[in-house]
């Protein structure tokens, strides 16, 4: 598996569901992307093709999809909103440490 260094969490929480994160070759599906995510399994894969960076920026993509899938918003074309919030909350998180910090402060 790659990823070993720690790059990616064993687990993401959304919504307070717990998914496992796991890097795995995507075989037949890395034409279509470079990630999954299935709220009804509680996984999240990213392709091991991936580098680091992509690897992040997927996961939080991926993540983006299980939100809309858990809160009933996931349909068929809303592949462009995901990316504009990847993009967003991956500059965000980068940008806004602080605040981030303190959110996850936050009890
Ligand atoms: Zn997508």
């Known amino acids: 598996m790659a990823f070993e260094d720690g790059t990616l969490p064993r687990e993401v ?25 299935s709220a009804r399994a509680g996984s999240i894969l990213i392709s091991s093709r991936c580098g680091k960076d992509a690897a992040l920026s997927t996961l939080l993509h991926e993540c983006i999809h299980a939100a809309l899938d858990i809160t009933g918003q996931h349909k068929d074309g809303n ?6 919030l990847e993009a967003f909350m991956f500059s965000f998180i980068r940008d806004n440490g602080i605040l981030v910090k303190r959110i996850a402060e936050m009890e």
Do not use: K
Request: net charge negative; no cysteine; aromatic share 10%.
């Open 79 to 84: 592949e462009p909103l995901v990316g504009t």
């Open 13 to 37: 929480i959304i919504f307070g569901q717990r998914f496992s994160v796991r890097a795995e070759d995507p075989g037949l599906w890395a034409a279509d992307g470079m990630g999954r995510a």
